[in-house]
C-alpha cells in the first residue's frame, strides 16, 4: 500500500520561505514522477509543478514560475518543494501525488495520479 506524508506547511509572512516534504513509502519511489499540487476552499485542486522520475524535467505552473523549486532525493525517497517570495495568493492546502504510471513524463492533470498525501496548510500573512 501507497502511503504519503507530507510535512512542512505552516503560516509565514508574503515574501517568505516553507520547504514541504513528501516521504513516499510503498512503491519503488525512483520510477515515479511525483507531482505538488494545492487547493483552496470551494476550488479544484490545481498543479503546482511536478519532476520526473529521473530527476531531469521540472514543469511548473505559470503562477510559481521562478518562485517554488521541486527536487527529489531518491535515497530517501521524499521529493521537496521550496517555495519563495511567497505570496497571500500562494495560500493554500498543499498535496503530493505519485504518477500512476511508472517511468513516464508528469502530467498537470490530477486524474494521472493514483496516490495522494493528506495535505499540509500553507498560510501566507499580507
Known amino acids: 500500500q501507497v502511503q504519503l506524508v507530507e510535512s512542512g506547511g505552516g503560516l509565514v509572512q508574503a515574501g517568505g520561505s516553507l520547504r514541504l516534504s513528501c516521504v513516499v513509502s510503498?512503491?519503488?519511489?525512483?520510477?515515479?514522477?511525483m507531482g505538488w499540487f494545492r487547493q483552496t476552499p470551494g476550488k479544484e485542486r490545481v498543479f503546482v509543478g511536478a519532476?520526473?522520475?529521473?530527476?531531469?524535467?521540472?514543469p511548473y505552473a505559470d503562477s510559481v514560475k521562478g518562485r517554488f523549486t521541486i527536487s527529489r532525493d531518491n535515497v530517501k525517497n521524499t521529493v521537496y518543494l521550496q517555495m519563495n517570495s511567497l505570496k497571500p495568493e500562494d495560500t493554500a492546502v498543499y498535496y503530493c501525488?505519485?504518477?500512476?504510471?511508472?517511468?513516464?513524463?508528469?502530467?498537470?492533470?490530477?486524474?494521472?495520479?493514483?496516490?495522494w498525501g493528506q495535505g499540509t496548510q500553507v498560510t501566507v500573512s499580507s
Open positions: 519532476i520526473k522520475w529521473s530527476g531531469s524535467s521540472t
Open positions: 510503498g512503491r519503488t519511489f525512483s520510477w515515479y514522477s
Open positions: 501525488a505519485m504518477f500512476g504510471s511508472r517511468w513516464r513524463e508528469p502530467t498537470q492533470q490530477s486524474e494521472d495520479y493514483d496516490s
